[in-house]
């Protein structure tokens, strides 16, 4: 089995198996029990909780690792006929998981990644109207474009048509673009994807990132985003129940990696100005202009200690919107609504100082009501009619489980490998650990 571990991103070379040999000394046996004993408990390790600690990426994520108890790790052995499935058993065992790795080893196991058809880039293929006729562009690249695309009309014109625009938009909007049926390099870019060599690498950092998260997602009920598709999607049942947009944070100001838990929504949220943002942007613009926070609605106080609390009131103009969605934790992020509902139209939405907005939060805080508390038959209408000057929190009955992940690569829904840029450059830190002389004490954890 540690043989074949590469299907999962990892380096069978790292758990070196001995020949166990029939008439070999006392001596020899001892020795080869400790290699196989070691190479089975580094494997279990690194199959739970990663082969690069998450500590040597970024200080903007944290996971509360379970490591395997060695001699727990040993037991399972000896009690199971098939060491191979036991050892398999510390690796995440989610559908999410399991559909990448079926990729990695698809891609790893193609033979005409070199007849795969790039599109050059070049000026922009639009339809073009004259004089209310519709021109199609002629370009040198439409044949291929046709090809790429599936589109079987005209092989081999080099005309922009209806036909190839049509089916330019569908992959845009399969690939969350901007579904404007325009051929620009952003879309070429999708289209061509990374080639083979950096799939690869693409697909060997998500897989490890899965290893850091709980292996189970602590149950099939909860929340996942995904940061470089600026995307939300709850889970119910093991089943997608809804999604929506979201806007994230600055590649300064990033959403952290973490898998906190949800707790309650407040409706009129208060919003505290983070002491990082009032060191930052506040201090510096009332120093140059005294009235600034009236004028953008902002009120200050000192506390207790004599540091400054600056806070928004809750209202329409509030940064956070009319509804926050809280999971503590100690980066001190959220989800919230928005009053710059402009930004969703973006294809690429890294604004924020790091909390998430939210596009559909009064949808979004119905569906996690719906969820937590059925019986209360809480609708869109019902939040909206509590809406006011005043705080009002729902609490949640049990926690629950919020993943902020970062996939670069994953399967969607229709069983398609996607692949998004690398917003924050972890994958680029991330490659770096596994591949380079780092690796020799990447799962090393570091303050």
């Excluded at 092989?155 to 404007?180: G, I, M």
């Amino acid at each position: 089995y540690l043989k074949t571990v590469d299907s999962d991103g990892l380096d069978p070379a790292e758990y070196a198996t001995p020949e166990i040999t029939a008439g070999m000394d006392a001596n020899a046996l001892a020795d080869a029990e400790l290699k196989l004993t070691d190479a089975a408990l580094t494997f279990a390790r690194h199959a739970a909780t990663g082969r690069v600690s998450f500590t040597r990426i970024s200080n903007d994520m944290y996971y509360d690792l379970k490591f395997p108890e060695p001699a727990a790790v040993l037991a399972k052995l000896a009690a199971d006929d098939k060491a191979g499935d036991t050892l398999a058993s510390y690796l995440p065992q989610h559908p999410a998981y399991k559909a990448l790795k079926a990729k990695y080893a698809e891609i790893r196991n193609a033979k005409n990644e070199a007849k795969v058809i790039r599109i050059d880039a070049g000026q922009a293929l639009k339809l073009v109207k004259v004089k209310d006729e519709i021109k199609p562009m002629d370009d040198p690249r439409v044949p291929k474009l046709r090809e790429r695309l599936g589109v079987t009309q005209n092989p081999a014109s080099t005309a922009y048509d209806e036909d190839v625009a049509e089916a330019v938009r569908k992959f845009q909007a399969a690939h969350k673009l901007n579904a404007d049926g325009i051929l620009g390099n952003a879309t070429i870019n999708a289209i061509n994807g990374p080639v083979r060599e950096k799939k690869d690498d693409i697909i060997l950092v998500n897989l490890e990132r899965w290893r850091w998260i709980d292996h189970d997602l602590r149950g099939d009920t909860y929340v996942m985003v995904n940061i470089p598709d600026y995307s939300l999607k709850l889970v119910k049942n093991g089943e997608k129940y809804w999604e929506t947009r979201i806007v994230v944070g600055q590649p300064s100001k990033p959403t952290p990696l973490i898998s906190p838990d949800m707790k309650f929504i407040t409706v009129n949220p208060t919003w505290n100005v983070p002491p990082s943002i009032i060191a930052r942007e506040y201090l510096p613009a009332l120093r140059q202009d005294p009235t600034v926070l009236d004028r953008i609605g902002l009120k200050m106080s000192h506390n207790p200690d004599g540091t400054v609390r600056i806070y928004q009131p809750p209202g329409e103009r509030n940064a956070l919107g009319r509804i926050r969605f809280n999971f503590p934790n100690k980066f001190l992020v959220y989800q919230h609504d928005t009053p710059d509902k402009n930004l969703f139209a973006h294809d690429k939405r890294a604004y924020s100082h790091g909390c998430m907005r939210v596009q559909n939060p009064m949808t979004y805080a119905e569906k996690l009501l719906s969820i937590q508390l059925p019986n209360q038959n809480y609708s869109e209408a019902k939040v909206k009619s509590m809406l006011g000057q005043n705080e009002v929190n729902i609490d949640f009955p049990k926690p629950l489980p919020v993943h902020l992940t970062y996939q670069t690569a994953f399967v969607d829904d229709a069983g398609n490998l996607q692949f998004r840029d690398d917003v924050y450059g972890i994958d680029a830190r991330m490659v770096k650990a596994m591949k380079s002389d780092e690796r020799k004490i990447a799962d090393i954890a570091v303050e």
